[in-house]
């Protein structure tokens, strides 16, 4: 009862609720049929961005992927050359397997960390704009910036390190920054810090769309709060949820300022990360035929990872 | 009663005690920055962070918003500030109603793939972007429209477009479908549903979306330094030029209040836009 | 009737044809936006205007971002007038592509080939036409030590590698770092030809980078080279991973490490901290590197264009940076030696004329840097190599040798 009763609407609906529209479709007759022209006209616009820029653009990408470019495109046929060198590359390996690890931690961290700070906000607390802001600042700062403060605060010897040992704990030690083997984590650490406020903006705005009687149900009901943002609050915004994983997963894949700002991919390249091989390839080393083959292998792990998921996440609604 | 009363103020006490915290935590580097821009050029040589400027000034603040160097032109970040703002609005309004539609007509209209075109549109929020610039000026530059300000605009749209519809798509499947049915039996059209029954239900996503692309528009140089023309030069590409350099000087108190100076639009639609998250706003309009 | 429209056109036509007839615009994209940089490039900027054209400054952020914008003016049909680009074979490839215009009158009515280095020469010429205009030649491998440091410990700069090794165990243990430095890859380059110098030779230098000999690369000798590298690693401090070169030099300045290898730029950044050459700190070359100059070229190229106004503008521009008079002022503001070995110098810094005496010594003693030696492609693959031997104590020299000899072996000829 209390679940279904006054329909979830703020912003989702428990997964029952489409199966249950779809088999009021037919009373409701043929001409009121959710079908228009204007819907399709409307969409012709993205799907020409879709197909003209993007997969044009991948498609010309994959293809680069096949050739000898340097500087410039070339657009004579090479075969899989670069893909041999790419695979022959420890800084690669690195990267590559680098992105899973970074990508794990950043999104279990920037997830519930987000998701966290967005229940709090939702306790209605004074001074929430503040406490809001605070959080969201991260975002709003060239990371160029705040990354060489991230740096300087875990160096060893200007931050806090430094700082305890001369209030006199000597022995202690922050370093992970300078560790080829723990550099990575410092990253995820920054990477949370930078994209929690965002995932708690949203996750605000979809508990803010709750609907009061579900929490008026909820209490009545004598069911703890913590137990009705977990089993009843939180999986209606799930499509919320897998908007925020999706946009992490971005962040991830993407990841460049972020890694240029906090460790350059250093110490040597133990902390690189597939976005920013791409780019240094592309800009810094002049071999596009490279970074697009990187790319390519990037575009195709995501693939193979997310897109099942998605499209069995996206599915699960509408049909 | 009494005892229920005191959990739930130690509850209350419990959760701003965790707030202040994580708050705190959020602001290190800010303190960081902040001190830093307040410090002379021989403090900050130092590189003691944690201490506070020993005469605060605001020599910093005003070399980097009036007269910093990039290059030959010294007018500090200030020069890009109206470019930034001319690029910015048109730019958030355009992706974020592009978004809305197009995550509007996937979710609550019969469209044959509607699953498969939104999967295939978020497929290319993956690929870095750097990679596909070439090809992205190779075009605008056959439409002609290369190095202006509608190319910039048009550049934020397009990347701006996966993720906007993602996040409108998600946000409209979870409404009930007899919105639109209703409406329909009205005889309201597509777009009229839009305007008078979608987007006066959107305004929390709306805010979301909003934020999302301020921040992403706002701090973008390299895109803007592509495609925008000299013309037309956002603030952060002041800001970057002044804080990147391979064999120059750096000033890190002129760059940290640079920056502080440039994340002060952002934080401001932070602070004003979050005030405006409503609460289960559509209660009413489903049951009535 | 005819006749409005014949006038109109005119005026039209009158309209149209007055950029032609106003000072030729020159759009100059650079990547030098910080302070004395920009100073520097400003004497550009003034002699151009004063010889008659509008001087319009794109200074970019880095060179990555403006190599970016520059390709994509060009690929866009919208090429800047000139702009910066790296030497070697960065301006090859641009010269493959047909995209630079020959300069080959202009270096004819100057002189400029018999009056520059014949490295430079041959890395500004393709197919037998000058192509790029080098500005000036940093160098890359002095060593800039604090004068407090060496005087409190009553101890001398060091004049070779092995010295370095013997003096540094004394200034570490009277609490100074004895040898500033930040491990990416801008610094390990320049460590790592300061070393390669100093312990390997000239010639083995010659052999692997100019030569591109990946016997040489794989040697012993240059076995010893990284073994060296691996004992200067000890001698940095805990902060150095990814440290700025601007931020490890601060330490020389507050005279909290003895020394630092680095490029005369370095200049800049002393005297942004009020540090006086000869009185604060000073400036040697690296230890062994006393005979020889690794050479740092900042060059423009012009990008082909057609409107004949952007032909002049180029002509002009290319001429005044490489008269003699114009490249003295530019580079007693760049800290760079003028690329014109006929330039006067007598009013450059101390630094400077010790520079400029090592380059006089001739073509054994004027060497490239890994920009001048290689693609960024492989240039790239040596600076990851590098940072990895760095950060990994458990790789062994003889390992990291084998490797760059791989890279040197598929290297361009």
């Known amino acids: 009862m209390s679940a279904r009763l006054p329909v979830a609407v703020g912003t989702a609906s428990p997964p029952s609720q489409s199966a249950e529209s779809v088999a009021v479709a037919p009373m409701v007759g043929r001409a009121y049929r959710t079908r228009s022209r204007a819907a399709k006209i409307a969409l012709v616009p993205t799907i020409a961005i879709m197909l003209g820029f993007y997969y044009a653009s991948i498609s010309w990408t994959v293809y680069i992927s096949m050739t000898r470019s340097f500087l410039l495109p070339i657009y004579k046929f090479a075969g899989a050359a670069q893909y041999e060198r790419l695979f022959a590359t420890p800084r690669w390996h690195v990267a590559y397997s680098n992105m899973f690890l970074f990508g794990v931690l950043d999104i279990i961290g920037t997830l519930g960390l987000g998701v966290l700070l967005a229940v709090l906000l939702d306790r209605a607390v004074r001074f929430e704009g503040l406490f809001r802001t605070i959080m969201l600042y991260p975002l709003s700062i060239s990371f160029i910036v705040t990354g060489l403060t991230w740096q300087w605060v875990l160096s060893p010897t200007i931050g806090v390190q430094h700082f305890v040992r001369d209030l006199g704990w000597d022995g202690f030690v922050f370093d992970w920054i300078t560790q080829p083997d723990r550099a990575i984590y410092t990253l995820a650490f920054a990477g949370v810090w930078h994209q929690s406020g965002l995932i708690m903006a949203i996750m605000l705005a979809g508990l803010r769309g709750v609907d009061r009687e579900i929490w008026r149900a909820a209490r009545i009901e004598g069911i703890p709060t913590w137990r009705t943002y977990i089993s009843i609050v939180l999986p209606m915004l799930r499509p919320l949820i897998v908007t925020c994983l999706v946009l992490i997963a971005i962040a991830v894949v993407r990841s460049y300022d972020l890694v240029v700002a906090m460790t350059n991919g250093g110490p040597g390249f133990s902390s690189d990360l597939p976005g920013k091989f791409v780019v240094d390839f592309e800009f810094e080393r002049a071999n596009i035929g490279q970074a697009s083959a990187a790319a390519t292998v990037m575009l195709g792990s995501m693939l193979a990872v997310i897109s099942p998921y998605l499209y069995f996440e996206l599915a699960r609604k509408n049909r | 009663m009494t005892t229920a009363r005191r959990n739930v103020r130690i509850g209350r006490i419990g959760l701003y005690t965790l707030l202040v915290w994580i708050c705190l935590f959020f602001s290190i580097p800010l303190l960081v920055v902040i001190s830093t821009s307040l410090k002379t050029s021989d403090e900050v040589r130092t590189f003691s962070i944690f201490t506070l400027p020993a005469a605060p000034s605001l020599a910093a603040w005003i070399k980097a918003w009036s007269s910093a160097c990039t290059g030959l032109n010294c007018g500090g970040v200030r020069v890009g500030f109206l470019n930034s703002v001319r690029i910015l609005i048109p730019s958030v309004f355009v992706s974020v ?188 309009a489903v049951k009535g | 009737m005819w006749r409005l429209l014949a006038t109109a056109s005119a005026l039209v036509g009158a309209l149209l044809y007055v950029p032609h007839a106003k000072a030729q615009n020159a759009d100059v994209m650079h990547w030098w936006t910080s302070g004395g940089e920009s100073r520097a490039v400003a004497v550009f900027a003034k002699e ?120 540094a165990p004394k200034i570490k243990a009277a609490g100074i770092i004895p040898i500033a430095f930040g491990a990416n890859a801008q610094q390990l380059a320049w460590l790592f030809d300061a070393i390669l110098i100093g312990a390997g030779g000239k010639d083995l230098y010659r052999k692997v980078l100019v030569e591109h000999d990946a016997k040489a690369a794989g040697s012993e000798a240059m076995q010893h080279v990284f073994s060296l590298m691996g004992q200067v690693r000890q001698y940095v401090d805990a902060g150095s991973p990814n440290r700025k070169w601007n931020d490890s030099l601060a330490l020389v300045e507050t005279d909290k490490a003895a020394l630092m290898i680095l490029g005369d730029w370095a200049k800049g950044d002393f005297s942004a901290a009020n540090k006086v050459l000869g009185k604060d700190y000073g400036c040697q070359m690296a230890p062994g590197n006393q005979d020889a100059y690794v050479m740092t070229v900042d060059v423009f190229v012009f990008p082909v264009n057609d409107k004949p106004d952007q032909k002049v503008a180029q002509s002009k521009l290319a001429t005044l940076m490489m008269d003699p008079k114009v490249q003295t002022e530019f580079n007693a503001l760049k800290g760079s030696i003028p690329s014109r070995q006929d330039a006067n110098i007598a009013e450059l810094d101390a630094c400077a004329q010790l520079g400029q005496k090592v380059m006089a010594g001739g073509e054994a003693n004027q060497l490239p840097n890994f920009a001048l030696a290689f693609s960024p492609d492989t240039q790239g693959q040596v600076e990851d190599l590098l940072g990895n031997f760095w950060s990994n104590p458990s790789m062994t020299p003889a390992d990291a040798a084998k490797q760059l000899a791989g890279i040197i072996a598929n290297a361009e000829h």
């Open chain 2, 97 to 284: 109603m592009a978004g809305a539609v197009t995550g509007y007509a996937l979710s609550h209209w019969r469209i044959r793939g509607a699953n498969a075109i939104m999967l295939l549109l978020l497929i290319c929020a993956f690929i870095p972007y750097q990679v596909i610039l070439y090809p992205l000026v190779k075009t605008f530059s056959t439409i002609g429209i290369y190095s202006s300000l509608p190319c910039i605009i048009a550049v934020h749209v397009i990347f701006g477009l996966p993720v906007m519809s993602l996040l409108f798509r998600n946000f409209y499947a979870g409404l009930p479908e007899e919105l639109v049915k209703a409406a329909r039996i009205d005889g309201a059209g597509f777009w009229r549903i839009f305007a008078f029954v979608m987007l006066p239900m959107s305004v929390n996503i709306l805010i979301v979306a909003t934020i999302l692309q301020t921040t992403g528009i706002w701090n973008d140089y390299l895109l803007g330094l592509i495609f925008a023309g000299r013309d037309n030069m956002p603030m952060t590409a002041q800001l970057n030029a002044i804080a990147t350099t391979s064999t120059g000087v750096i000033e890190y108190n002129v760059n940290t209040a640079a920056a502080l100076l440039t994340a002060l639009p952002p934080l401001i639609v932070y602070f004003v836009s979050g005030r405006y998250f409503v609460r289960g706003i559509t209660a009413g």
């Open chain 3, 48 to 167: 151009y205007n004063k010889r008659g054209g509008t001087w319009i400054d794109d200074a970019s952020v880095g060179p990555q971002a403006e190599h970016a914008a520059a390709l994509n003016r060009i690929a866009g049909g919208n090429p800047p007038t000139a702009m910066q680009w790296n030497i070697g074979v960065a301006v090859r490839q641009l010269a493959e592509q047909d995209i630079l215009t020959s300069l080959d009158e202009q270096a004819k009515q100057g002189n400029w080939v018999a009056n520059l280095p014949p490295l430079l020469v041959k890395n500004m010429t393709y197919d037998g036409h000058v192509i790029a205009v080098p500005v000036n030649i940093h160098g890359a491998n002095y060593q800039f030590y604090s004068v407090k440091v060496f005087n409190d410990l009553k101890m001398q700069p060091p004049k070779t590698w092995d010295e370095f090794l013997a003096d």
